[in-house]
């Protein structure tokens, strides 16, 4: 229950940091905004560039993330930020990764496949949709990217593992690779657990992490639901899955920063 209040409270999360705060982006980040027409708003789109890219002329896949006000910049961030710029240069990473800022409010609208009946939402296959047509294009025209889904992740955590989640069931042919973290497949359990039963093939590859200290008791065993029916579609001996459940790990940026490298390492 915890979790479920923490996870309303970001309905409102635009930055508790003070002005005076300096940014701690990399200088490998930078920004700029796009029409989303699907959720009539303009979006603030974050890009990380890996070290070498301004000297090399290769091609690089990318990585699609939610909430990024929380991915780079401790000034922008809500309760702390992942270091995902700081964590990719500490390994010298070769990927390019695209942070979609949530859109406070309209949070719980964008990062939810269906309708809960007590708490709305179910807006994602407009945000999805988004991302697909309109910045992933972009993306691929602006940046050197490999643009074909084995080359193409999307990763998040709460709300954005939800809705990662059911980004590569509804569009496998885009997306190869997911970061499933602390997903709240609580939102949209039933519709959730009937897509992946329908869904007859599977092919992503797919990183899932929680803590077993999040606050809900609900978040292992849904994820342990939704991890044997996507393994029960494929053959253990392809090593498409992996699985951790971190011991005293909470519903936190802590937990989704400290294991990012993991998850960003076996799906690359």
């Known amino acids: 229950m915890i979790r479920k209040l923490s996870l309303l409270l970001l309905f409102f999360i635009t930055s508790s940091k003070t002005l005076a705060q300096l940014s701690t982006a990399s200088t490998q980040v930078s920004t700029f905004t796009i029409e989303a027409p699907q959720l009539q708003t303009t979006k603030k789109i974050w890009i990380y560039l890996p070290k070498n890219y301004a000297t090399s002329k290769k091609k690089y896949p990318v990585i699609y993330m939610h909430d990024a006000q929380n991915l780079f910049d401790a000034k922008t961030s809500f309760v702390g930020e992942w270091n995902v710029d700081e964590k990719l240069d500490s390994i010298n990473a070769q990927v390019i990764v695209v942070g979609i800022e949530h859109g406070n409010e309209k949070r719980m609208e964008e990062l939810t496949p269906y309708k809960n009946a007590k708490y709305g939402g179910g807006n994602a296959d407009n945000y999805l949709e988004f991302i697909v047509k309109i910045l992933k294009p972009e993306i691929d025209k602006k940046y050197r990217t490999k643009t074909n ?10 709300l954005g593992g939800l809705t990662s989640y059911y980004a590569v069931l509804k569009y496998p042919k885009i ?10 497949f609580w939102f949209n359990r039933k519709e959730i657990i ?3 039963k329908n869904t007859p093939k599977l092919k ?12 809900d008791a609900d978040v292992i065993r849904d994820l342990n639901t939704i991890d044997d029916l996507v393994s029960g579609k ?8 992996k699985k ?11 937990l989704w920063r400290d294991n ?9």
């Open 204 to 215: 992503t590859k797919i990183y899932f992490l929680c803590g077993d200290n999040e606050g």
């Open 260 to 268: 990012f490298v993991n998850a960003y390492l076996w799906l690359f």
């Open 244 to 254: 951790t459940i971190v011991k005293g790990g909470q519903h936190n940026e802590k």
């Open 234 to 241: 494929r053959c253990d001996c392809l090593h498409l899955t």
């Open 175 to 184: 997306f190869g690779k997911a970061g499933v973290f602390s997903p709240s």
């Open 149 to 158: 889904a084995r080359n193409t992740g999307i990763m998040g955590s709460s």
């Open 194 to 196: 009937e897509l992946t």
